[in-house]
C-alpha cells in the first residue's frame, strides 16, 4: 500500500470531512495500519483541534498505532487451535516505522 494521497485530497480548496477520514480508515490491517495512519495524520494535520474530521482522525490515529504495533487475534481470543497471526509473533520494534504523527 503506498502512502500517496488521491488528487482531490490533497487539492487547497479540499474540505476535510469525515467521510474522508473514514474513506480511508475502510478494512485497516496491521501490515498497513501505519501507513493509513501517516495519511490521515496529513488529512487533518491543518484542521482545527475541534473539527469533527479532526476528532475522529486522532482516535483513528490511536487504533491504528496500537494495530501496528500489537497486531490482531484471529478468532476469539484465547480460542484454543488458533495461532496467533504472523504479525504478532514477528512484530517489528515501534522504532522500525516511520511514525509522522509522534
Keep these: 500500500m503506498s502512502e500517496a494521497e ?8 479540499h474540505e ?17 495500519a501505519l501507513q ?7 488529512l487533518i494535520a491543518g484542521l482545527p483541534a475541534d473539527h469533527p474530521a479532526r476528532v475522529e482522525g486522532e482516535r483513528e490515529i490511536a487504533r491504528l498505532t496500537r494495530l501496528g504495533y500489537t497486531g490482531e487475534v484471529r478468532g476469539v481470543e484465547g480460542e484454543e487451535g488458533l495461532p496467533p497471526l504472523p504479525s504478532l509473533s514477528a512484530a517489528p520494534s515501534p522504532a522500525a516505522s516511520k511514525d509522522i504523527h509522534a
Excluded: K, W
Design 6 to 13: 488521491h488528487p482531490i485530497r490533497r487539492r487547497p480548496d
Design 16 to 32: 476535510v470531512t469525515l467521510d474522508d477520514v473514514r474513506q480511508l480508515m475502510g478494512a485497516s490491517t496491521p501490515h498497513f
Design 36 to 42: 493509513i495512519r501517516n495519511r490521515i495524520a496529513r
